[in-house]
């Protein structure tokens, strides 16, 4: 499971797809439904959260957004809303940092055009995320 830090504008097809129904499962996985990943690390910065269950489905919403944006067909019904209040979660510029290397890899060897494309761009965090100064997260595995 991979829920990524940085925008979902940089992935490609798969890895959009991918983010898509892993969040899914991170939402299921919240709110109760299943009995599996429910210690994954990747869950650990929603479960800190003060609403793990609507940042979640923030997540999702800002995900579905992306997808419209290409013209898939996500179904809209799976995310949640976007409260106008709830509060960010804070990420690193290590972890940022860390994702942005990993994800460049990736595309490098499975999406050569998406790579060309977003290598000599500045990575910026998924819109639930406040960045700042700071190592890989703890929970990362690297």
Known sequence: MRLWTLHPEFLDTQGLLALWREALLAKAVIHGQTKGYKHHPQLTRFYEH????????TFLSYVH?????????????????????L?????????????WG???RKLQQRSPGVYAQVK???ARAHPLFQIAD???ADWERP
């Not at 003060?50 to 489905?57: E, F, H, S, T, V």
């Not at 960010?88 to 972890?95: L, V, Y």
């Open 102 to 104: 990993h994800l460049l």
């Open 87 to 99: 509060a960010p979660i804070r990420a690193t510029t290590g972890q940022l940092d860390y994702e």
């Open 134 to 136: 700071g190592p890989i």
């Open 120 to 122: 000599t761009r500045e």
């Open 65 to 85: 957004a992306e997808s419209v944006r290409r013209g898939y067909n996500f179904d809209p019904t799976k995310a949640g809303p976007i409260p106008a209040s």
């Open 50 to 57: 003060d609403a793990p269950g609507l940042a979640i489905g």
